[in-house]
């Protein structure tokens, strides 16, 4: 069965780190583009950061630049999102989406989300 | 960066009524726009890409336009399972940006 599923999320303080992996199934994770995209409770989707295939080129948003790192490992088909300084506005569900598509792209395959919560 | 507006914010329709959802880019994204649809306690789901492309398995009574900064989705006899949150999405630049979404409630 072609899916994603996140995992390493949970409850944390502030100022403290996690890590996501996002793990792939029944499709060759180095043949795609990946993305990580996050949703606070109650909230619309919000971009995180983005990775090429082969990892040479990574892309994060302006509130998670400097403290987030995305990485990739296409042997273990697995992504990850290593998340530092975490504040209480990364509270959010975290998910993995695989890229479709050429010039445009698409998020054409989502996991079901890995929640994490930020608080004292 | 590229904003993304989405018109309107929610909206209220009954079984089988025609409705048309705006999202506005702040600048020219060409046709590099993608529409999500997000039901309560799910992760999105790809209805559309490149502004009309209807994604398989999608029903036809979705359907997509626009280019530039202009886009918009239209449902055509809204049926049980539309009622959702959608979401428009560029591709053209990074951030890729999200509008704020347009939840279809049950009048």
């Known amino acids: 069965q072609v899916q994603l599923v996140e995992s390493g999320g949970g409850a944390v303080q502030p100022g403290t780190s996690l890590r996501l992996s996002c793990t792939a199934s029944?499709?060759?994770?180095?043949?795609?583009?990946m993305h990580w995209v996050r949703q606070a409770p109650g909230g619309g989707l919000d971009w995180v950061s983005f990775i090429s295939y082969n990892g040479n080129n990574k892309y994060y948003a302006d509130s998670v630049q400097g403290r987030f790192t995305i990485s990739r490992d296409n042997s273990e088909n697995m992504l990850f999102l290593q998340m530092n300084s975490l504040r209480p506005d990364d509270t959010a569900i975290y998910y993995c989406?695989?890229?479709?598509?050429?010039?445009?792209?698409?998020?054409?395959?989502w996991g079901s989300g890995t929640l994490v919560t930020v608080s004292s | 960066d590229v904003q993304m507006t989405q018109s309107p914010s929610s909206l209220s329709a009954s079984l089988g009524d025609r409705l048309t959802i705006s999202c506005r880019a702040s600048?020219?994204?060409?046709?590099?726009l993608n529409w999500y649809q997000q039901k309560a306690g799910s992760a999105p789901k790809l209805l559309i890409c490149a502004a009309s492309i209807l994604q398989s398995g999608v029903p036809s009574r979705f359907s997509g336009r626009g280019s530039g900064t202009d886009f918009s989705l239209t449902i055509n006899s809204l049926q049980p399972e539309d009622f959702a949150t959608y979401y428009c999405q560029q591709s053209y630049s990074v951030p890729y940006t999200f509008g704020q979404g347009t939840k279809v409630e049950i009048k």
């Open positions: 989406a695989r890229v479709n598509g050429g010039a445009i792209w698409n998020l054409d395959l």
């Open positions: 600048q020219s994204i060409s046709r590099y």
């Open positions: 029944g499709f060759a994770l180095t043949s795609y583009p």
